[in-house]
């Protein structure tokens, strides 16, 4: 007899999980305290540029370490689960493990923004990436709409739309057919059919090559959304910030 | 950055499509945009432009070529900048213009304009800056302003009666000030450029203008400053003195140098649209390393590889055009081919740079890059080597590379460019390549020019490292593209891929799912996680998920979203706490008398971050305790996971909280071998919102005969039910004999009310509970 009730990001996690393992690709982890070469440089987001902006950082007093070159690097609590693809092609470039990688990562980020009910300074996000030979942007839609039919439970479309994520080129938002009203419209969209749920893209040749593998040879694709997002959709759960209170209001809900 | 229709119509020949199709087009191909605002002379949209497309699109003039290319419209070509000359008087003193570091300074152009009275702005002025949002000053400061939105180049300018001698951009002397135009008083630090005359600071270089030189109404003469600063210089000193502006966000953007002279010839015409008698002094462009234009190559095989498409030369070619890419088609091998004669006797010279410096001289390296115009590599000899597919000697044809270790010239054995720090334990400091008879082309300091050698002549004194190839069919055609100069995004072939991609539409791409073949492995600890979890379920745990940061712990942040928040938890009892004192004062809300709860969460020591887990148990009563109960589901845990060695630390006997490190707990077990999914399911499919109002109980006791059970009790009080009432629980029940041997059962139960609008009052949460104890009175039944 179950009477217990697991967090709705477990929930998820176990089932994004399950469905990425279905689909042959390994479940890993990483660090949330992050030195900034992973959590930046090697994603081809160098110091002293704009695109560090883009994401509000916490920033660790007093620790330092150094990068694979044995260069000072910083410490963050990382901003994005992204700091795995490069954790990932590491471990694979000195193992000697066979190609293509394919890991989903789900995992707690940090992100220093002022809080609301649909902004958490703390939240989750899966990362997706997929490395090899025969990589296309077409392979990610492919992936990425698996994903969400399961996990939504309805076979849905995706679209991507032109955006910068320095980790990917070319780097798309993505959006997923409104898994409600299967697009016809409906509050939940906001009656445009689509919900915008994550980033996407080709991974950078500069960020294959800061995880030590040759761009000239491989190709990878990535993607990443924020869990709490998902399940706010799936559950319509009002405000995000109650999840991490240790309500069992909210959990026994579940 | 707000955009003006009619500002963007003014460049565009066709009219411009509805607003809903600007937007659509935009999100979809290249921008979001957030807002939109139609107003009676023309609509705003607010577009959000990331930092790769801030170099052009920062500005209607580059904005208006992105509506170009997502609509297929036609740009007006005679809306490109030129010089006018038709004012130029040689009279009027030419500034002389001076830069100090042209690292950080890379271009500086000016000229002065005479003949000026400052007033007001022309209505159509003011309505284009105010529809975006800026404040109209004055004809000469708007105008300035108005190119900066337009060709996204900031501008400034100074009244030239104030300036004595030269302008410079140099650095700030020790004890140097600035009072910007809004009174802040700076004290500058020497790594500070600053533009200044030869007597005092004018203005902190690409971020605010001082105090001093600001135009008047008295102003005559304008001197105009049109510069570029290195990204990097303005994005830390903007950061040091803490001051952001329009400016300062272009320039540490970073934008083409060739915006300089367009920036200063388009604020020359328009002072002289506004003021028909002004005259203008010749151009001081002071322009240190010229820019060359990059060129970047695709092959139709290339882009359909990344994208996973069938795209063809028509499709590449229309995009192309709709984009005002100019672009060649060019064969490897029949380029080489033609190229290489013609460079042999080229002056040998190292470094040389293949943009800057060839075909008047090359390095080894550079004359490589040269002849594989269009194919992205690295620059260094050792980097094109470790880029390169490694071939055998015999494999080798006309194109293939030969690298050698010479000691010509700085013998490297580590990659620097590409794939950093890889090992080439034999060392390479020199590249060739190979012709169609097998000699080797190569630039040599040996014979000081570009030289054809046999093979054998090429490798007397050089040791041979490898041989490479960097295309695989000298004979596919590549686009290659002369990159707008504005564009400085684009740079190799992923980015043309994006671009291409994009205008097409990625809506044209079928999806693929990849054949993996297999199942893919849990990790680790989130798989004896889920079984430790099984176990918690069945002992009517729940999961929380708590704070990471929080006022205790030895890690700190450097800034926090609260004093109270910038710790990095070490354990997980503050959670555990937070979660306690809400859920046992929230127990009648939640249906549960004893809380039960536990979390998996990162928790971080000293240099280290472990995952911690802990069980907590409670039920608020003074004397309960619940460390038999708490002591026996850890030692199920024990076992589910048969761990040998299993220790952890009573954090608190009441509540009854234990916590322990569950990577050091798991460690010696096995990696597992398969996936496992989790058994739980939840049944919810809407989530209900919690009230942020307080609830109140009332606890109701009933006697009624034995044959009535709880159900019959509770559907008549749903039949009554006040949508106050949020729960009803049953919390005692027992049998009584009475003396006239009749049996009553007696149910106690709990409503728990409380409103999503208002805190209740005790008259209201009575008035609600009285419903249902009438209803059961009316039954007949004894309240007790």
Same mark, same amino acid.
């Given at each position: 007899?179950?009477?217990?009730?697991?967090?709705?990001?477990?929930?998820?996690?176990?089932?994004?999980?399950?469905?990425?393992?279905?689909?042959?690709f390994d479940?890993?982890d990483?660090? &949330?305290?992050e030195d900034?070469? %992973?959590?930046?440089d090697?994603?081809?987001?160098?110091?002293?540029?704009? !695109?560090? $902006?883009?994401?509000?950082?916490?920033?660790?007093?007093?620790k330092?370490g150094?990068n694979?070159y044995?260069e000072?690097t910083?410490?963050v609590?990382?901003?994005?689960?992204?700091?795995?693809?490069?954790r990932t092609?590491?471990?694979?470039?000195?193992k000697?493990?066979?190609?293509p990688?394919a890991?989903?990562?789900?995992g707690?980020v940090?992100?220093n &923004?002022a809080?609301?009910?649909? %902004?958490e300074?703390q939240?989750?996000?899966?990362e997706?990436l997929?490395? !090899?030979? $025969?990589?296309s942007l077409?392979?990610?839609?492919?992936?990425?709409e698996?994903?969400f039919?399961?996990?939504?439970?309805n076979?849905l479309?995706?679209r991507l739309?032109?955006?910068?994520?320095?980790?990917?080129?070319?780097?798309n938002?993505?959006?997923?057919?409104?898994?409600k009203?299967?697009?016809?419209?409906?509050?939940?969209c906001k009656?445009t059919g689509w919900?915008?749920i994550?980033?996407?893209?080709?991974v950078?040749?500069?960020?294959l090559?800061?995880?030590?593998?040759n761009?000239h040879?491989?190709?990878?694709?990535?993607?990443?959304?924020?869990?709490?997002?998902m399940?706010?959709?799936?559950?319509e759960?009002?405000?995000?910030r109650?999840l991490?209170n240790g309500?069992?209001?909210?959990v026994?809900q579940? | 950055?707000?955009?003006?229709?009619?500002w963007l119509?003014?460049y565009i020949?066709?009219?411009?499509?509805?607003?809903?199709?600007i937007?659509?087009?935009?999100?979809?191909k290249?921008f979001?945009v957030?807002?939109?605002?139609?107003?009676a002379?023309?609509?705003?949209?607010?577009?959000?432009?990331?930092?790769n497309?801030?170099?052009?699109?920062l500005?209607?003039y580059?904005?208006?070529?992105?509506?170009?290319?997502v609509?297929?419209?036609?740009?007006?070509?005679?809306?490109e900048?030129?010089?006018?000359?038709?004012?130029?008087?040689?009279?009027?003193?030419?500034?002389?213009?001076?830069i100090?570091?042209?690292l950080?300074?890379?271009r500086?152009?000016?000229?002065?304009?005479?003949n000026i009275?400052?007033?007001?702005?022309?209505?159509?002025?003011?309505e284009r800056?105010e529809?975006?949002?800026?404040r109209s000053i004055n004809a000469?400061?708007d105008i300035t302003?108005?190119?900066?939105?337009?060709?996204?180049?900031?501008?400034h300018a100074?009244?030239?009666e104030?300036i004595v001698g030269?302008?410079?951009?140099?650095?700030?002397?020790?004890?140097e000030t600035?009072?910007?135009?809004?009174?802040?008083?700076?004290?500058?630090?020497?790594?500070?450029?600053?533009i200044?005359?030869?007597?005092?600071?004018l203005?902190?270089?690409?971020?605010?203008?001082?105090?001093?030189?600001?135009?008047?109404s008295t102003?005559?003469?304008?001197?105009?400053?049109?510069?570029?600063?290195?990204?990097?210089h303005?994005?830390k000193?903007?950061e040091?003195y803490?001051?952001?502006?329009?400016a300062?966000?272009?320039?540490?953007?970073?934008?083409?140098?060739?915006l300089?002279?367009?920036?200063?010839?388009?604020?020359?015409n328009?002072?002289k649209?506004?003021y028909?008698?002004?005259?203008?002094?010749?151009?001081?462009d002071v322009?240190?390393?010229k820019?060359?234009?990059?060129?970047?190559?695709?092959t139709?095989?290339?882009?359909n590889?990344?994208?996973?498409?069938?795209y063809?030369?028509a499709m590449?070619e229309?995009t192309?055009?709709?984009l005002?890419f100019?672009?060649?088609?060019?064969?490897?091998?029949?380029?080489?081919?033609?190229l290489y004669?013609?460079?042999?006797g080229?002056?040998?010279?190292?470094?040389?740079?293949?943009?800057y410096?060839a075909p008047?001289s090359?390095?080894?390296?550079?004359l490589?890059?040269?002849?594989?115009?269009?194919?992205w590599?690295p620059?260094?000899?050792i980097d094109?080597?470790?880029?390169?597919n490694k071939?055998?000697?015999?494999?080798?044809?006309f194109?293939?590379?030969?690298?050698?270790n010479?000691g010509?010239?700085?013998i490297?054995y580590?990659?620097v460019a590409?794939l950093?720090?890889t090992?080439?334990?034999?060392?390479v400091?020199?590249?060739?390549?190979?012709?169609?008879?097998?000699?080797?082309?190569?630039?040599?300091?040996?014979?000081?020019?570009v030289?054809?050698?046999?093979?054998e002549e090429?490798?007397?004194?050089?040791?041979i490292?490898?041989?490479?190839?960097?295309?695989?069919?000298?004979?596919?055609?590549?686009?290659?593209?002369?990159?707008?100069?504005?564009?400085?995004d684009?740079r190799?072939?992923?980015?043309?891929?994006?671009?291409?991609?994009?205008?097409?539409?990625?809506d044209?791409?079928t999806?693929?799912?990849p054949?993996l073949?297999?199942?893919?492995?849990?990790h680790k600890r989130?798989y004896y996680?889920n079984?430790?979890?099984?176990?918690?379920?069945?002992?009517?745990?729940s999961?929380?998920?708590t704070y990471?940061?929080?006022?205790?712990?030895?890690?700190?942040?450097?800034?926090g979203?609260?004093?109270?928040?910038?710790?990095?938890?070490s354990?997980?009892?503050?959670?555990m706490k937070?979660?306690?004192?809400?859920?046992?004062?929230?127990?009648?809300?939640?249906g549960e008398?004893?809380?039960r709860?536990?979390?998996?969460?990162?928790?971080?020591?000293?240099?280290?971050?472990f995952?911690?887990?802990s069980?907590g148990?409670d039920?608020?009563?003074?004397k309960?305790?619940?460390?038999?109960?708490g002591s026996k589901?850890?030692l199920?845990?024990?076992?589910?996971l048969?761990?040998?060695?299993?220790e952890?630390?009573?954090?608190?006997?009441?509540?009854?909280?234990?916590?322990?490190?569950f990577?050091?707990?798991?460690?010696?077990?096995?990696?597992?071998?398969?996936?496992e999914?989790s058994?739980?399911?939840?049944?919810?499919?809407?989530?209900t919102?919690?009230s942020?109002y307080?609830?109140?109980?009332r606890?109701?006791?009933?006697w009624?005969?034995?044959?009535?059970l709880?159900?019959?009790?509770?559907?008549?009080?749903?039949?009554?039910?006040?949508?106050?009432?949020t729960?009803?629980?049953?919390?005692?029940?027992?049998i009584?004999?009475?003396?006239?041997?009749?049996?009553?059962?007696?149910?106690?139960?709990?409503?728990?009310?409380q409103?999503?609008?208002?805190?209740?009052?005790d008259e209201?949460a009575?008035?609600?509970a009285?419903?249902?104890?009438?209803?059961?009175?009316?039954?007949?039944?004894?309240?007790?």
């Amino acid at each position: 007899m179950n009477n217990g009730h697991l967090h709705p990001v477990t929930i998820a996690i176990n089932k994004i999980s399950e469905i990425f393992s279905r689909m042959g690709f390994d479940i890993v982890d990483g660090p &949330e305290l992050e030195d900034e070469w %992973h959590n930046f440089d090697a994603l081809n987001v160098p110091k002293n540029h704009p !695109a560090r $902006d883009m994401q509000d950082t916490f920033w660790i007093q007093n620790k330092t370490g150094v990068n694979v070159y044995g260069e000072p690097t910083g410490y963050v609590l990382r901003t994005h689960t992204s700091n795995v693809q490069i954790r990932t092609m590491e471990r694979y470039v000195e193992k000697g493990k066979s190609f293509p990688i394919a890991i989903c990562c789900p995992g707690k980020v940090f992100r220093n &923004e002022a809080t609301d009910a649909t %902004h958490e300074a703390q939240f989750f996000q899966i990362e997706m990436l997929y490395v !090899a030979k $025969d990589a296309s942007l077409s392979m990610m839609i492919g992936v990425v709409e698996k994903f969400f039919s399961e996990f939504f439970g309805n076979n849905l479309v995706i679209r991507l739309r032109s955006s910068y994520f320095p980790f990917v080129e070319p780097g798309n938002e993505v959006d997923m057919q409104c898994f409600k009203c299967l697009g016809s419209g409906c509050p939940l969209c906001k009656q445009t059919g689509w919900i915008e749920i994550g980033g996407a893209g080709m991974v950078h040749p500069k960020v294959l090559e800061a995880g030590g593998i040759n761009p000239h040879e491989y190709r990878g694709f990535a993607f990443g959304c924020g869990v709490d997002r998902m399940i706010m959709l799936k559950y319509e759960i009002d405000d995000l910030r109650l999840l991490y209170n240790g309500d069992l209001r909210v959990v026994n809900q579940f | 950055m707000k955009f003006f229709k009619p500002w963007l119509q003014d460049y565009i020949i066709e009219t411009l499509p509805e607003d809903a199709v600007i937007v659509e087009s935009l999100n979809k191909k290249a921008f979001e945009v957030e807002e939109v605002l139609v107003t009676a002379s023309g609509t705003v949209f607010d577009i959000k432009v990331l930092p790769n497309r801030a170099h052009d699109a920062l500005g209607h003039y580059g904005m208006a070529y992105e509506l170009c290319a997502v609509l297929s419209l036609t740009f007006k070509k005679d809306m490109e900048i030129k010089e006018d000359n038709s004012y130029l008087d040689a009279l009027v003193y030419t500034p002389s213009v001076l830069i100090s570091d042209e690292l950080a300074c890379t271009r500086f152009a000016s000229l002065r304009i005479d003949n000026i009275t400052v007033g007001e702005s022309p209505v159509w002025l003011k309505e284009r800056l105010e529809a975006i949002g800026q404040r109209s000053i004055n004809a000469i400061v708007d105008i300035t302003n108005y190119v900066q939105f337009s060709l996204n180049k900031p501008m400034h300018a100074y009244d030239a009666e104030t300036i004595v001698g030269s302008i410079q951009a140099r650095y700030a002397k020790e004890g140097e000030t600035l009072i910007t135009l809004d009174e802040k008083v700076l004290t500058l630090d020497t790594s500070t450029l600053v533009i200044a005359d030869d007597e005092k600071v004018l203005g902190l270089a690409g971020i605010k203008g001082g105090k001093w030189s600001g135009i008047s109404s008295t102003t005559t003469s304008v001197i105009l400053e049109s510069a570029n600063f290195d990204p990097v210089h303005i994005r830390k000193t903007a950061e040091k003195y803490a001051i952001r502006t329009d400016a300062s966000k272009r320039f540490e953007n970073g934008i083409a140098n060739s915006l300089v002279i367009e920036g200063l010839h388009m604020t020359a015409n328009l002072i002289k649209d506004i003021y028909p008698n002004v005259k203008k002094s010749y151009v001081c462009d002071v322009y240190p390393k010229k820019d060359v234009p990059y060129h970047v190559g695709i092959t139709v095989s290339e882009l359909n590889a990344i994208l996973g498409t069938q795209y063809d030369d028509a499709m590449i070619e229309k995009t192309f055009k709709q984009l005002s890419f100019s672009y060649e088609c060019i064969v490897p091998y029949d380029y080489i081919h033609t190229l290489y004669p013609t460079l042999i006797g080229a002056l040998y010279k190292n470094p040389s740079s293949m943009r800057y410096d060839a075909p008047a001289s090359f390095s080894c390296s550079s004359l490589i890059s040269y002849l594989y115009k269009g194919v992205w590599m690295p620059s260094l000899s050792i980097d094109k080597y470790v880029f390169s597919n490694k071939i055998t000697h015999n494999e080798c044809r006309f194109g293939d590379l030969v690298f050698a270790n010479s000691g010509e010239g700085v013998i490297r054995y580590e990659s620097v460019a590409f794939l950093r720090g890889t090992h080439v334990p034999e060392g390479v400091d020199h590249v060739g390549l190979f012709l169609e008879n097998g000699n080797i082309l190569h630039a040599t300091k040996l014979h000081g020019v570009v030289v054809e050698e046999t093979y054998e002549e090429f490798a007397k004194g050089r040791v041979i490292v490898g041989f490479g190839r960097v295309v695989s069919d000298l004979s596919e055609k590549r686009y290659v593209v002369t990159v707008p100069a504005t564009r400085l995004d684009i740079r190799i072939k992923e980015d043309l891929a994006e671009e291409i991609g994009r205008i097409v539409g990625y809506d044209t791409l079928t999806p693929l799912v990849p054949s993996l073949n297999r199942v893919g492995l849990p990790h680790k600890r989130m798989y004896y996680e889920n079984k430790v979890r099984a176990v918690l379920l069945a002992h009517n745990f729940s999961e929380i998920i708590t704070y990471s940061f929080g006022n205790e712990g030895d890690v700190k942040l450097k800034k926090g979203l609260a004093e109270d928040k910038e710790l990095l938890r070490s354990t997980l009892g503050s959670g555990m706490k937070t979660s306690f004192a809400s859920n046992l004062y929230n127990a009648p809300l939640i249906g549960e008398k004893t809380i039960r709860v536990f979390q998996f969460g990162s928790v971080f020591k000293g240099d280290s971050e472990f995952v911690h887990f802990s069980i907590g148990i409670d039920d608020g009563a003074k004397k309960s305790s619940f460390v038999e109960e708490g002591s026996k589901v850890m030692l199920e845990i024990k076992d589910i996971l048969a761990v040998e060695s299993f220790e952890y630390e009573t954090v608190s006997v009441k509540p009854y909280v234990v916590e322990l490190n569950f990577e050091t707990l798991i460690a010696p077990l096995g990696e597992p071998s398969q996936y496992e999914a989790s058994t739980y399911n939840t049944a919810i499919t809407t989530y209900t919102p919690i009230s942020p109002y307080p609830f109140i109980t009332r606890d109701i006791a009933v006697w009624v005969p034995s044959d009535i059970l709880w159900n019959d009790i509770a559907t008549i009080i749903n039949s009554v039910r006040d949508v106050l009432i949020t729960r009803i629980d049953l919390f005692d029940t027992f049998i009584k004999s009475f003396e006239d041997g009749t049996k009553k059962t007696s149910y106690a139960f709990r409503l728990v009310i409380q409103s999503y609008k208002k805190t209740l009052t005790d008259e209201e949460a009575n008035s609600v509970a009285g419903v249902v104890y009438n209803a059961l009175q009316e039954k007949g039944w004894e309240i007790r």
